[in-house]
């Protein structure tokens, strides 16, 4: 079975200061896509960036980044100068090529951004 | 351009009856799913469909049927209210795999 792991429930992180969120996953496939969901307090989905498993290059959008580690299968979610807009629950999430409709969420990750 | 619209966004349910959840997304996306979201659980997939005419199983798709009659509309009907289905429900559509889901508002659902 396909599963997603975000193993740390809650964390909190001074506002201007770096974070990182850990996920996991496990498939036998070799061609994937990964993603990063933001949902903030007010419930809305928010794509927040985005890795093709067979680029090698860590996708970055402004001040989120990941570090994708395919052999280790880790995907872990980078936030620099993190702000009080960055409190949310986070998910990590990955569908397979040939599976176009089964995006596999994690249990999330609860950041919240402290002044 | 509206993206994927939900409705309704709140309803309470007594135990046994049934409703359908509407979705629907102007966007021309083949895919579509519908995930329940519970604390704790991420959300989790209960049916999805590639396009019209074809859906197929998630995670935890007992108590609840959908269809896709056209490429815009995804309902999700729930038979027989239970308690265990309290949930928040959020439906999503995409173009293809390299892209994101697209998700709607959410629908709070109490089962009572």
């Known amino acids: 079975a396909q599963t997603v792991t975000q193993s740390q429930p809650e964390m909190s992180v001074q506002e201007a200061e770096t974070v990182t969120l850990s996920c996991t996953y496990d498939t036998s496939e070799n061609n994937y896509y990964l993603f990063w969901y933001k949902q903030p307090p007010s419930r809305q989905m928010i794509l927040v960036i985005r890795?093709?498993?067979?680029?090698?290059q860590n996708a970055t959008e402004n001040r989120f980044s990941v570090n994708f580690q395919k052999a280790a299968k880790s995907f872990s979610l980078k936030i620099s100068d993190s702000q009080l807009g960055d409190t949310a629950m986070y998910f990590c999430?990955?569908?397979?090529?040939?599976?176009?409709?089964?995006?596999?969420f994690g249990q999330g990750t609860e950041l919240s951004v402290k002044p | 351009n509206a993206g994927v619209t939900q409705t309704p966004k709140f309803q309470v349910l007594k135990t046994g009856q049934s409703m359908t959840l509407q979705c629907a997304q102007d966007m021309n996306h083949e895919y579509m799913s519908w995930y329940r979201q519970d604390p704790g659980m991420g959300l989790r997939l209960i049916h999805y469909s590639v396009g019209a005419g074809i859906t197929d199983q998630g995670e935890v798709p007992n108590g609840y049927n959908v269809s896709r009659s056209t490429t815009e509309d995804f309902p999700l009907r729930l038979l027989s209210a239970a308690p265990s289905q309290t949930s928040v429900y959020f439906c999503?559509?995409?173009?293809?795999?390299?892209?994101?889901?697209?998700f709607g508002s959410g629908t709070r659902l109490t089962v009572v």
């Open positions: 999503a559509s995409r173009k293809d795999s390299l892209y994101g889901y697209t």
């Open positions: 890795q093709e498993a067979y680029k090698q």
């Open positions: 999430a990955f569908v397979v090529y040939n599976q176009g409709g089964k995006l596999i």
